[in-house]
């Protein structure tokens, strides 16, 4: 990074960005109150920093070894970025002192029981409602979810989805699949979720980010923290900093399978909130893969210090098309949240805040 002088002018700002770009890398520009900072984005080793050193108006040329500098939280202290990130979304605050709850069915099957469902999940002390229209799925024979039908199913869908969300005022979450989703999807929710099977989609990440949407962006399950922060980096490389990570875990040894969908990687939501300023949830339902779990995991993940969780809940679970076993009650949800704003308070803000 380069960091500016003081009293450095807004010419001699401009020529060490021409400069940048003249090695073909592009400036990430942070104006404070007291001095300006510039990040590199791309292959700094193409950048002579000797160089850059001497040019008027700049104080110093550092070189940042994390491959995901922009949302280091030493990055962030250089450019006078909030120890958190705090996402606004209508009223709801994510990375805030409350914890936030989204929650829904895993895929919306019929208007009729994506209402109901948003009903439960209001009245359990949800504040936001996720729901599938479009279903990542491991076989071509199961359901896909209404959108794979065509884009008239998609829409409607999406206009269901926006409609109950308006109803019971909770801001909509959704997953996209692919590119060609994302300017239907970004006109009717208010947060883009990119699945973990899509962690590595360098060209989704940056169209996703372009919308300008916050983006629930979860780890894929044989991703190590560095590789998931480093993909999360092309989105605020796009200058889209609203990017909430979701920790929801990571595969099984031996035959852990047989127990849990996933194993949870608790450590990694403490060790995420060290490494980023971004705010962190975790996804216990997938992890879990039964939903006699989820409230444990729920409790645990609030206990190491995330700022919200992301649950599956349906009316009726054994009649879910997708995912019955894993799903959970409205009932259900509201002791899980009457359980973790308990432990929320317990530990206190400083832990949970980042």
Not at 85 to 100: A, F, M, Q, S, T
């Amino acid at each position: 990074m380069i960091i500016m002088k003081s009293d450095a002018t807004k010419e001699q700002i401009a020529a060490v960005i021409k400069e940048i770009e003249s090695h073909g890398l592009r400036a990430d520009v942070s104006q404070g109150a007291f001095r300006t900072i510039i990040g590199l984005i791309g292959d700094e080793r193409k950048i002579p920093f000797d160089h850059f050193a001497i040019l008027p108006g700049v104080k110093e040329a550092r070189m940042v070894e994390t491959p995901y500098k922009l949302i280091s939280r030493e990055y962030a202290k250089l450019t006078g970025e909030s120890e958190r990130r705090i996402i606004k979304v209508g009223d709801v605050e994510i990375g805030g002192d409350k914890l936030v709850f989204i929650a829904g069915p895993c895929a919306v099957e019929s208007k009729k029981q994506l209402f109901k469902i948003a009903e439960g999940v209001k009245k359990a002390g949800a504040q936001m409602l996720r729901g599938g229209i479009f279903k990542p799925r491991s076989s071509v024979h199961s359901f896909q979810g209404l959108g794979s039908a065509g884009e008239e199913e998609a829409t409607e869908a999406l206009e269901w989805f926006r409609e109950a969300g308006n109803k019971f005022e909770l801001p909509v979450v959704t997953e996209i699949r692919g590119e060609s989703q994302v300017d239907l999807v970004a006109k009717y929710v208010d947060i883009i979720q990119i699945g973990s099977r899509n962690m590595y989609d360098q060209d989704l990440l940056v169209k996703v980010a372009r919308t300008g949407k916050p983006i629930l962006y979860k780890r894929h399950f044989g991703a190590g923290i560095e590789e998931f922060l480093s993909f999360a980096e092309y989105m605020v490389a796009e200058e889209n900093k609203d990017i909430i990570l979701c920790e929801r875990g990571i595969l099984p040894l031996g035959k852990g399978k047989s127990y849990t969908r996933y194993t949870l990687d608790l450590a990694a939501v403490p060790v995420l909130k060290k490494e980023t300023y971004l705010p962190v949830i975790v996804d216990p339902s997938h992890a879990a893969g039964r939903r006699d779990l989820i409230f444990s995991l729920s409790c645990a993940s609030v206990a190491v210090g995330a700022c919200g969780l992301i649950v599956e809940v349906h009316h009726n679970p054994v009649e879910a098309l997708v995912d019955s076993q894993q799903q959970i009650t409205p009932d259900e949800l509201k002791e899980l949240i009457t359980a973790c704003q308990g432990i929320h308070k317990a530990i206190g803000i400083k832990q949970n805040g980042g």
